[in-house]
Antibody, heavy 119, light 107 residues
Framework: EVQVVESGGGLVQPGGSLRISCEASGFSLSTYWMTWVRQAPGKGLQWVANINPDATGKIYVDSVRGRFTISRDNAKNSLYLEMNSLRAEDTAVYYC????????????WGQGTMVTVSS | DIQMTQSPSTLSASVGDRVIITCRASQSISRWLAWFQQKSGKGPKLLIYGASSLQSGVPSRFSGSGSGTEFTLTINSLQPDDFATYYCQQYNTFPFTFGPGTKVDVK
C-alpha cells in the first residue's frame, strides 16, 4: 500500500525546537518532490515547504523561512522538518504529502502529527 | 501570492442532492487546480487534479471544471460518505495556496 506516516509531534515551549518525520512506504521517495502542509486547530490548510527529489531545491513559505528546514534521506525513504524558534502560531497538525514540484499535485497524504507550541 | 476564494463557506444538503462548490483564483492559474476532501481528524484526500481529471479510485459522481480563474467542483447525487470539508488548491505558482474550505453538512 502506498502511504506516508508522520511522527515526532508534541508539546514544545515558545522558542524551542522540534524535528518531525515522515516515513514513506509502497513507493520510492527518491523519485518524488515531497511537501509539508500544516493546519492550525479549526483552520484551513497552509503549504509550508517543498523539497525536490535530490534535495538540491527547497522552497519555504515566508512565515517559516529561516526557522524551518526541510530535508530528506532517500535511503531511509524518509522526509523531515526541523523546526526552530517555534512560535505559538506554529501550533498545527503537520501533514506530509507526496508531490509538490511546479505542476505536481499532492496525491498521497498522511494522517498528520500535532505540534503544540505553548508554555 | 495567488489568493484562492471558495463559495459558499458552508453548504447544507441532503443525500441525493447535486452540490456545486465554486473556487476563484486572484490571477490565472491555467488548469493547475486541485480539489481535496477532508474529514474530521484525517488528512486531505485528492479528488480532482488539473481542474477536471478524476484521481484514481474516486467515484465518478465527483467532477471538476474551469480554467483561468474560475473553477467548480460538482458532486452528483450526494452520498452519506460525502459530508466533509472541501478545499481547492492552486499549484501553478509558489507559494502554493489553498482556498478557505467549504463544509458540506446535513440539511
Amino acid at each position: 500500500e502506498v502511504q506516508v506516516v508522520e511522527s515526532g509531534g508534541g508539546l514544545v515551549q515558545p522558542g524551542g525546537s522540534l524535528r518531525i518525520s515522515c516515513e514513506a512506504s509502497g513507493f520510492s521517495l527518491s523519485t518524488y518532490w515531497m511537501t509539508w502542509v500544516r493546519q492550525a486547530p479549526g483552520k484551513g490548510l497552509q503549504w509550508v515547504a517543498n523539497i525536490n527529489p535530490d534535495a538540491t531545491g527547497k522552497i519555504y513559505v515566508d512565515s517559516v523561512r529561516g526557522r524551518f528546514t526541510i530535508s530528506r534521506d532517500n535511503a531511509k525513504n524518509s522526509l523531515y522538518l526541523e523546526m526552530n524558534s517555534l512560535r505559538a502560531e506554529d501550533t498545527a497538525v503537520y501533514y506530509c504529502a507526496r508531490g509538490g514540484g511546479s505542476g505536481s499535485v499532492f496525491d498521497i497524504w498522511g494522517q498528520g502529527t500535532m505540534v503544540t507550541v505553548s508554555s | 501570492d495567488i489568493q484562492m476564494t471558495q463559495s459558499p463557506s458552508t453548504l447544507s444538503a441532503s443525500v441525493g442532492d447535486r452540490v456545486i462548490i465554486t473556487c476563484r483564483a486572484s490571477q490565472s492559474i491555467s488548469r493547475w487546480l486541485a480539489w481535496f476532501q477532508q474529514k474530521s481528524g484525517k488528512g486531505p484526500k485528492l479528488l480532482i487534479y488539473g481542474a477536471s481529471s478524476l484521481q484514481s479510485g474516486v467515484p465518478s459522481r465527483f467532477s471538476g471544471s474551469g480554467s483561468g480563474t474560475e473553477f467548480t467542483l460538482t458532486i452528483n447525487s450526494l452520498q452519506p460518505d460525502d459530508f466533509a470539508t472541501y478545499y481547492c488548491q492552486q499549484y501553478n505558482t509558489f507559494p502554493f495556496t489553498f482556498g478557505p474550505g467549504t463544509k458540506v453538512d446535513v440539511k
